[in-house]
C-alpha cells in the first residue's frame, strides 16, 4: 500500500488565522480524500480532491471554508480557513491506490484552534 | 496524543478471550467493506476487507463476516491481545466512491 506523510502532526492556531495542511504520496495514487474527525466521533468525508480540477465537496463542506489542491497524482494539500475553535479536530488523508483497494490513511493533522 | 473514541461504546474482554466487533451498515447498495483499527495519536490502520460476493475472509487472527441480508457486519479477533486495545471503525462503499464510516466502537482488554 502507499506510504503517506501528511504535515503538520499537529498546530495550535489562533482563531481567525488558516492552516494549510499538506498530504504527500509515495506512489501516483488515482483518489485522494480529505476527512474529518471530531473528538470522540468517527470519520467524516470533507471533500475528493480531484487532480487538475476543483474538489468535490460534501454536504455541510464549501470551498471557501476548506480549499484543497490536487496539482498531481501524488500531492494534495487542504486549507482550513478563518478558524473558530469548532474546527478543532483531526483531519486526514486517505488515497487509493490502482487497483482501488485497501483504502490508506495518514497519521493525521491534530488541530486546536484557541 | 489526542484521544480518539471518547465517547464511544466499549467492549470490553480479558486478554485472550476472543472478541467480537459489529457493525451496522446502512447502504444496501455497497459492495466493499473494510475494518480499521485506530490507536491513540494515530491514523486509522487497515485490518482487513472483504467484498459483496463473500460472506466470510479470515486473515491472521481476525475474521470477518458479512451478511448482507441484514447488512450486518462484524470483526472477529482470536485471542485478544493488549495490542488489539484501539478503536475499531467499519468502513463501506460502492464502487470507486470515498468510504463511508460507521461510528466506531472502543475495544479494552483487560490483562
Known amino acids: 500500500s502507499a506510504v503517506i506523510s501528511q504535515k503538520p502532526s499537529r498546530d495550535i492556531c489562533q482563531r481567525g488565522t488558516s492552516l494549510t495542511i499538506q498530504c504527500q504520496v509515495d506512489s501516483q495514487v488515482t483518489m485522494m480524500f480529505w476527512y474529518r474527525q471530531q473528538p470522540g466521533q468517527s470519520l467524516t468525508l470533507i471533500a475528493t480532491a480531484n487532480q487538475g480540477s476543483e474538489a468535490t465537496y460534501e454536504s455541510g463542506f464549501v470551498i471557501d471554508k476548506f480549499p484543497i489542491s490536487r496539482p498531481n497524482l501524488t500531492f494534495s494539500t487542504l486549507t482550513v480557513s478563518n478558524m473558530s475553535p469548532e474546527d478543532s479536530s483531526i483531519y486526514l488523508c486517505?488515497?487509493?491506490?490502482?487497483?482501488?483497494?485497501?483504502?490508506?490513511f495518514g497519521s493525521g493533522t491534530r488541530l486546536t484552534v484557541v | 496524543g489526542e484521544s480518539v473514541g471518547l465517547h464511544l461504546p466499549t467492549l470490553s474482554v480479558q486478554e485472550g478471550d476472543n472478541s467480537i466487533i459489529n457493525c451496522a451498515y446502512s447502504?444496501?447498495?455497497?459492495?466493499?467493506f473494510i475494518w480499521y483499527k485506530q490507536e491513540s495519536g494515530k491514523g486509522p490502520q487497515f485490518i482487513i476487507d472483504i467484498r459483496s460476493n463473500m460472506d466470510k475472509r479470515q486473515g491472521q487472527r481476525v475474521t470477518v463476516l458479512l451478511n448482507k441480508t441484514v447488512k450486518h457486519l462484524s470483526l472477529q479477533i482470536a485471542a485478544t491481545q493488549p495490542g488489539d486495545s484501539a478503536v475499531y471503525f467499519c468502513?463501506?462503499?460502492?464502487?470507486?466512491?470515498?468510504?463511508?464510516f460507521g461510528k466506531g466502537t472502543r475495544l479494552s482488554v483487560i490483562a
Open positions: 468502513a463501506e462503499n460502492m464502487g470507486n466512491t470515498p468510504l463511508v
Open positions: 486517505s488515497v487509493v491506490g490502482a487497483t482501488n483497494y485497501g483504502y490508506t
Open positions: 447502504n444496501s447498495a455497497s459492495d466493499y
